[in-house]
T-cell receptor, first 113, second 111 residues
Framework: EPEVTQTPSHQVTQMGQEVILRCVPISNHLYFYWYRQILGQKVEFLVSFYNNEISEKSEIFDDQFSVERPDGSNFTLKIRSTKLEDSAMYFC???????????FGPGTRLLVL | LAKTTQPISMDSYEGQEVNITCSHNNIATNDYITWYQQFPSQGPRFIIQGYKTKVTNEVASLFIPADRKSSTLSLPRVSLSDTAVYYCLVVFSGGYQKVTFGTGTKLQVIP
């Protein structure tokens, strides 16, 4: 069964450093999403992406965040200058229309020190 | 987006059937009901989705009454490995919008 994959599984970084989280969505999916989950809290929406454009973003997704689909397979989330509060699990998800189901990846655990 | 309400936690013994009910009073005509399962430090995993009546797959059943203001996820004969958080989500059809997670139901299966 096709799966969403994410790399790395864990990342430790220093505050102020840039990080890039990578996702490979299911191959024929068209809509892509990033969510995050701070330890012990709800899964929160960050951004959705379709046709090489951001279609929706949350208040969390400020100027420090950016997304890209550089090569038609990878979908990346960049955090330019990490803060302590960016420590969380980051999940990528994808959808194939006309189905509505979002399929999630296993996540990247980001720890900012 | 319709708000969902589900119990915070449930306990069940191994081998029993577990029913988790979710209320979604403000569900709209084009909304689907979707359930996800999440283990600690893992991504949410799709379990089942339905619009009305009953849907069954190899892992669960979903019962949705005619008024669609609630739904019940049924897990037959749970095992210890079913210990997880279960999320009920209302998903808008056709918009491919974000999904909004609540706090979910933490199911603890007891030996």
């Amino acid at each position: 069964e096709p799966e969403v994959t994410q790399t790395p599984s864990h990342q430790v970084t220093q505050m102020g450093q840039e990080v890039i989280l990578r996702c490979v969505p299911i191959s024929n999916h068209l809509y892509f999403y990033w969510y995050r989950q701070i330890l012990g809290q709800k899964v929160e929406f960050l951004v959705s992406f379709y046709n090489n454009e951001i279609s929706e973003k949350s208040e969390i997704f400020d100027d420090q965040f950016s997304v890209e689909r550089p090569d038609g397979s990878n979908f990346t989330l960049k955090i330019r200058s990490t803060k302590l509060e960016d420590s969380a699990m980051y999940f990528c998800a994808s959808v194939l229309p006309p189905q509505e189901t979002q399929y999630f990846g296993p996540g990247t655990r980001l720890l900012v020190l | 987006l319709a708000k969902t309400t589900q119990p915070i936690s449930m306990d069940s013994y191994e081998g029993q059937e577990v029913n988790i009910t979710c209320s979604h009073n403000n569900i709209a005509t084009n909304d689907y009901i979707t359930w996800y399962q999440q283990f600690p430090s893992q991504g949410p995993r799709f379990i089942i989705q339905g619009y009305k009546t009953k849907v069954t797959n190899e892992v669960a059943s979903l019962f949705i009454p005619a008024d669609r203001k609630s739904s019940t996820l049924s897990l037959p004969r749970v095992s210890l490995s079913d210990t997880a958080v279960y999320y009920c989500l209302v998903v808008f059809s056709g918009g491919y919008q974000k999904v909004t997670f609540g706090t979910g139901t933490k199911l603890q299966v007891i030996p």
